[in-house]
């Protein structure tokens, strides 16, 4: 059974900062591309920021450029995501996404809230 869990999130003032984690087990993890996606109310799902299996490519979200850094322990089985100057806008539950084998799969979210 794949599954993804997701941790990190909480209540955190603007400018600050938060590390959101992804732990995975079910699928070979190494061979996985894994994504962070968010979605705030009343928006559609946006992906935020991709690594692939190695670590070596990474791929953001203009609005998250320079600010969010993602990365990833193989040894772990686990796919972090380093979010530092955090703004209101940034409010949304994140979600954890492993790409395998022509199989996706999700986690149930981990939310932050950026307020003051």
């Known amino acids: 059974q794949v599954q993804l869990v997701e941790s990190g999130g909480g209540l955190v003032q603007p400018g600050g900062s938060l590390r959101l984690s992804c732990a995975v087990s079910?699928?070979?993890?190494?061979?996985?591309?894994m994504r962070w996606y968010r979605q705030a109310q009343g928006k559609e799902r946006e992906l935020v920021a991709a690594v692939s299996q190695l670590g070596r490519l990474t791929n953001y979200a203009d609005s998250v450029k320079g600010r969010f850094t993602i990365s990833r322990d193989n040894a772990k089985n686990t796919v972090y995501l380093q979010m530092n100057s955090l703004k209101p806008e940034d409010t949304a539950w994140y979600y954890c996404?492993?790409?395998?084998?022509?199989?996706?799969?999700w986690g149930r979210g981990t939310q932050v809230t950026v307020s003051s």
């Open positions: 079910g699928i070979t993890f190494s061979d996985s591309a």
């Open positions: 996404n492993a790409l395998r084998g022509g199989g996706s799969y």
